[in-house]
Antibody, heavy 120, light 106 residues
Framework: QVTLKESGPTLVKPTQTLTLTCAFS??????????VGWIRQPPGKALEWLAL???????RYSPSLKTRLTITKDTSKNQVVLTMTNMDPVDTATYYC????????????WGRGTVVTVSS | DIQMTQSPSTLSASVGDRVTITCRAS??????LAWYQQKPGKAPKLLIY???SLESGVPSRFSGSGSGTEFTLTISSLQPDDFATYYC????????FGQGTKVEIK
C-alpha cells in the first residue's frame, strides 16, 4: 500500500524558513517514472503546484517560487524534504505531498496534508 | 505561465442531473489535462488524466473530453457522493490548476 505523510511545524513566523518532510512507503523513488512533489492550498483557495523531484535527483520548481524553494530526497529513508525561505502570511496553506508513477505530472496519490500558518 | 480558467465557479444541481464543467487553458496544452475531486477537509482525488483516461476505481459516470485549450468534465448522472469541488490541472508546461468548481445541492 502506497502512503505519503507530511510533517513539519504548524506555525512559523514571517521571514523564517519552513521545512516540511514527506515520509512515504509502498514505493521507491528510484523506480522509473516515479516522482514526488509538493502542492499547497491556501484556505478556501485553489491548488498551487510547488516542486517535484525525480529518482535521478532532477528537480523542477514553480517559476514564481523558484528562488524560495529547495526540494531534496533521502532515498534510504524514503523521505522528500521541501524548504521554503522567507515565509510570509500569504504562504499560510495546507501543504500536500504528492506522488506520480507514470513520469507525467499528474498526481495519483496525495498525503493528507499538513497545515502551516505564518504569523508573528 | 499557463493559466487555467474553470466555469462555472459554482454549480447547483440535483441527484441524477447531467453535469458539465469547463476548463480553458490560456494556450494550447494538447491533451495534458487532469481532473481532481476534493471534498471538504480532504486531499484531492485523481479522477481523470490525459483528458479522458479514467483513473482506476473511478466510476464510469465521470468522463472527460477536449484538446488544445478547451476541456470538459462530465458527470452523467450526479450521485450524492459527487457533491464536491472539482479542479482541472494542466501538465503540458510545469503544472497549474484551475480555480475550482463547487458542485452543490440544488
Amino acid at each position: 500500500q502506497v502512503t505519503l505523510k507530511e510533517s513539519g511545524p504548524t506555525l512559523v513566523k514571517p521571514t523564517q524558513t519552513l521545512t516540511l518532510t514527506c515520509a512515504f512507503s509502498g514505493f521507491s523513488l528510484s523506480t522509473s517514472g516515479v516522482r514526488v512533489g509538493w502542492i499547497r492550498q491556501p484556505p478556501g483557495k485553489a491548488l498551487e503546484w510547488l516542486a517535484l523531484i525525480y529518482g535521478n535527483d532532477d528537480k523542477r520548481y514553480s517559476p514564481s517560487l523558484k528562488t524560495r524553494l529547495t526540494i531534496t530526497k533521502d532515498t534510504s529513508k524514503n523521505q522528500v524534504v521541501l524548504t521554503m525561505t522567507n515565509m510570509d502570511p500569504v504562504d499560510t496553506a495546507t501543504y500536500y505531498c504528492v506522488h506520480s508513477k507514470t513520469g507525467y505530472w499528474y498526481f495519483d496519490l496525495w498525503g493528507r496534508g499538513t497545515v502551516v500558518t505564518v504569523s508573528s | 505561465d499557463i493559466q487555467m480558467t474553470q466555469s462555472p465557479s459554482t454549480l447547483s444541481a440535483s441527484v441524477g442531473d447531467r453535469v458539465t464543467i469547463t476548463c480553458r487553458a490560456s494556450q494550447g496544452i494538447s491533451t495534458w489535462l487532469a481532473w481532481y475531486q476534493q471534498k471538504p477537509g480532504k486531499a484531492p482525488k485523481l479522477l481523470i488524466y490525459k483528458t479522458s483516461s479514467l483513473e482506476s476505481g473511478v466510476p464510469s459516470r465521470f468522463s472527460g473530453s477536449g484538446s488544445g485549450t478547451e476541456f470538459t468534465l462530465t458527470i452523467s448522472s450526479l450521485q450524492p457522493d459527487d457533491f464536491a469541488t472539482y479542479y482541472c490541472q494542466q501538465y503540458n508546461s510545469y503544472s497549474t490548476f484551475g480555480q475550482g468548481t463547487k458542485v452543490e445541492i440544488k
